[in-house]
């Protein structure tokens, strides 16, 4: 696996956790187990599992996220602690092949109710769009998996998943609806006597995350260039999904430094596409996405991969930065 770097994290990790202890510390001595005997007892493995566990468990939840503020989740190692705590847990969600360290103590942790998102849609081969194939034919792929299935093989780069497969599905609103879906019906298992309000609160957030498709559709329907460059190669579902294509700088890892080679051909890529911007995230380092503009003659901005909410990031939840990264996709798409 030659992923060095995939994830960064999320500060309000630990300001959810603390509001919900707090709740539970009114009305017992248990809170510092991380919530009262009435509430199910949840860890979520980094940011996106998180958001989940929290709008759908709603009131009925104690939410703790693994990954901490500050912390890559790709290259956590997990305290005893931390571990210990994921056995004691009633309910444990996390995406399979991102976290090695969270995989592993999830399997040895004995949780019953243990639910990887990652068997809860379709993951596919994105490659990291790096390895110089014409990809016009991934704006057709969104509407069939026949284009799809052309450019799967030996694209490059693997996602930290075995086979090669992207493990970012929340950055498709319509996948991590799926997911979302999945979510709540363990929880409803889980904990059959609130069923009714996690169905209710699943419904309130797949509205939310149609609505935000429906957003991205319109929005980017028009566009003068289908082509966006980034420095994550994490977009590819989005792009498959609203008929784009992504061209990574040099792979997965935002920190590599590109080839001479690769700056050349995304100098003609730029050209040839009419690109106009190269992304960086809020996480990462824009050192590489600024040499590339500088050399290139383009504009840079953000696109943030939502693998952590920090005070750098543009917006106080998933559907907030979604709204963002969407602004600024069609402000570098040049939508009409």
Not at 54 to 61: A, F, K, N, P
Not at 101 to 114: E, F, H, P, R, Y
Request: aromatic fraction near 4%; charged fraction near 25%; proline fraction near 4%.
């Amino acid at each position: 696996m030659n992923v060095r770097r995939l994830i960064p994290t999320t500060a309000v990790a630990g300001a959810v956790v603390l509001g919900l202890t707090a709740l539970s510390a009114c009305s017992t001595s248990d809170a510092a187990d991380g919530g009262n005997g009435d509430q199910l007892k949840v860890t979520a493995s980094f940011y996106p599992m998180q958001f989940l566990a929290e709008r759908i468990g709603g009131e009925h939840v104690a939410v703790t996220s693994l990954t901490k503020p500050g912390v890559e989740p790709h290259d956590l190692e997990l305290t005893p602690r931390q571990i210990g705590s994921i056995s004691e847990s009633d309910y444990v969600l996390y995406l399979k092949g991102i976290q090695p360290a969270v995989d592993d103590a999830i399997q040895q942790s004995g949780v019953k109710n243990t639910v990887d998102a990652a068997t809860l849609t379709t993951l596919e081969n994105h490659g990291a769009e790096v390895s110089g194939h014409d990809h016009g034919h991934e704006e057709e792929a969104h509407e069939g998996e026949e284009a799809h299935e052309e450019h799967s093989e030996g694209d490059g780069h693997n996602h930290g998943q075995e086979g090669g497969a992207d493990p970012h599905i929340w950055l498709d609103p319509v996948k991590y609806a799926e997911v979302a879906k999945g979510v709540g019906k363990s929880l409803e298992k889980a904990d059959p006597d609130h069923a009714a309000d996690y169905r209710k609160n699943t419904e309130a957030l797949v509205g939310e995350l149609d609505k935000l498709n429906t957003a991205y559709e319109a929005g980017l329907k028009n566009t003068a260039t289908k082509t966006f460059i980034t420095t994550h190669s994490a977009f590819g579902y989005l792009a498959e999904r609203y008929g784009l294509t992504q061209q990574g700088i040099a792979g997965i890892d935002p920190e590599a430094e590109p080839t001479p080679a690769r700056i050349q051909e995304l100098h003609t890529i730029a050209e040839k596409e009419k690109a106009t911007t190269v992304f960086f995230e809020t996480l990462a380092s824009d050192r590489t996405a600024k040499t590339l503009a500088k050399d290139t003659g383009l504009k840079t901005d953000v696109l943030d991969p939502l693998e952590g909410i920090t005070k750098k990031s543009q917006g106080a939840d998933y559907i907030e930065v979604m709204e963002s990264n969407l602004t600024a996709l069609q402000k570098a798409l040049g939508a009409k």
